[in-house]
């Protein structure tokens, strides 16, 4: 199939009255390169995706993720039913058909690892550094991995996708423009970066929990809450949630839904109280007083109302959160602190669908060490498992190899070239298919890095302090599941 261009998606879906927004017609480029489809397969796969999520003629670069997956479901689907129309027994090949096969690799090699027009000397990607085949019978010995850094532009296949980006470090949001920026010529002071809170082990085992553990982990949560009501509010007692009351009281416990199998709505609610002041007893919540509300299942809340019957508790306050403290400086402290300091955040995947030479990482590497930014903070899937080359189980290496030489080395080699204070924080993520997918998630090893003073890994989620400033992140979308499964009502006044 000849190559498509950009201009070709967009004359075909402008020829069936259908809009591209800026961009996007590089990422439908990429999604026919590696699905083989034509301009005119992929309007189809547009328009059949649209119209039943009802988006409209227009596409933009919020609907590419989405229909990325579209596609890549449909693929396997479709190659799911040609394998089971195969047939059953053994398949003879001829010579033609090896040499096919052999010339078809070939092919496949060469554009993984692209060769410079000039005759300077091949630049290595990932698969390169990792392992190189060996001859039997023969002295020849695989050569230790090296790495050497080169700008993500020398890597880069010309015909990737991500090097043809046309919108390259163009800022899309900015949050407080006012605010003075730090320029190249002047480099970010040291951060002092401390991990907070209890980190999981590298060692913790997962899926052992006891009933009785849940329980009683349950049940800290709901008295930890309580008390932080109590001293706010000034609380004097929590009344049971299942007694009869006639004046209002103070309740507080977990949401739960009224059916195991159910989904949770503004008429399913039940509040389920502690052991210590309910005996773990549930009582159906009704949230009719209420302007608004947003709830989700295992959330602790308080309750201020009545229950005249016992059974059902009319909720006429909730308390569904009390802030922690902010952290406070001493005056001494400020003049320190009113340094000029600077954190890069990036989340992953860090390489394109098209390969795993992991160009994005190469590219935010030159970017931190142009800009001189204190700190850099990369939030997983580093090897990830939603990868075409994962899924397809294209790769000659391990996991822990491909992290390794393609992650590791690359970061090691930014803490080099930065200087001895500046630091880099990795967090793993649910995706990584090096590490256990369970949340939460110990922090991700570091094998073979030498600045260990400079590397910090992090458990997800984790909870970091930068100079006075408190950070908590996770590379899980965790809004994005509680708003799944939420009950709410918003005041519309």
Request: proline letters at 7%; one cysteine or more; glycine letters at 6%.
């Amino acid at each position: 199939m000849a190559v498509l261009s950009s201009a070709q998606i967009i004359e075909t879906f402008e020829e069936y009255d259908y809009e591209l927004d800026g961009g996007v017609a590089t990422e439908c480029v990429s999604l026919c390169k590696q699905y083989d489809h034509s301009a005119e397969d992929l309007f189809n796969s547009w328009e059949a995706y649209s119209l039943n999520r009802k988006l409209g003629t227009k596409m933009n670069k919020h609907h590419v993720e989405g229909f990325r997956d579209f596609i890549a479901d449909a693929h396997r689907k479709k190659r799911s039913r040609e394998s089971d129309t195969m047939p059953i027994g053994p398949i003879f090949y001829g010579k033609d058909d090896l040499e096919e096969e052999f010339d078809e690799q070939a092919a496949r090699s060469a554009l993984a690892t692209p060769q410079s027009i000039s005759n300077k000397k091949r630049v290595l990607g990932p698969m390169d550094a990792i392992r190189t085949p060996e001859i039997p019978g023969s002295s020849y010995q695989t050569p230790t991995p090296t790495w050497r850094s080169t700008p993500a532009a020398d890597v880069a296949s010309p015909d990737s996708a991500f090097a043809k980006r046309s919108q390259s470090r163009s800022v899309q949001a900015t949050l407080n423009p006012e605010l003075p920026k730090s320029g190249p010529e002047s480099p970010a002071s040291e951060l002092k970066i401390d991990q907070l809170g209890a980190a999981v082990a590298p060692d913790a085992r997962f899926m052992y929990d006891r009933l009785q553990d849940k329980v009683n982990s349950i049940e800290e949560r709901i008295l930890a809450f309580a008390a932080a009501v109590q001293e706010r509010e000034g609380v004097a007692e929590f009344y049971p949630v299942q007694a009869a009351s006639q004046d209002k009281v103070m309740v507080v416990g977990r949401v739960v839904c009224d059916s195991s199998e159910g989904r949770l709505n503004g008429a399913s609610v039940m509040l389920e109280g502690s052991i210590k002041h309910s005996g773990g007893e549930r009582v159906r919540l009704e949230l009719r007083n209420l302007p608004s509300f947003s709830l989700f299942p295992g959330q602790i809340i308080a309750i201020e109302g009545n229950n005249p019957t016992g059974y059902c508790l009319v909720a006429s306050r909730l308390i569904s959160s009390i802030p922690a403290p902010m952290p406070r400086s001493l005056p001494a402290d400020l003049p320190e602190l009113m340094d000029t300091s600077s954190m890069l955040i990036a989340a992953g995947p860090f390489c394109s669908s098209e390969d795993v030479l992991y160009e994005p990482l190469a590219a935010l590497v030159d970017y931190a060490i142009e800009h001189k930014v204190g700190a850099l903070m990369l939030l997983g899937p580093f090897v990830d498992v939603e990868h075409p080359a994962m899924r397809s189980g294209a790769l000659d290496v391990t996991f822990d190899e491909l992290y390794q030489v393609a992650v590791l080395t690359k970061v090691q080699e930014l803490c080099d070239a930065a200087g001895a204070q500046f630091k880099v924080v990795l967090q793993p993520s649910t995706r990584d298919a090096h590490t256990p997918m369970i949340y939460p998630q110990a922090a991700l090893p570091l094998p073979g890095i030498a600045s260990s003073s400079q590397l910090i890994s992090i458990s997800n989620p984790g909870l970091l302090q930068c100079n006075e400033m408190v950070i908590g992140s996770t590379s899980q979308d965790i809004l994005k599941h509680l708003s799944g499964s939420e009950a709410f009502r918003s005041d519309t006044k």
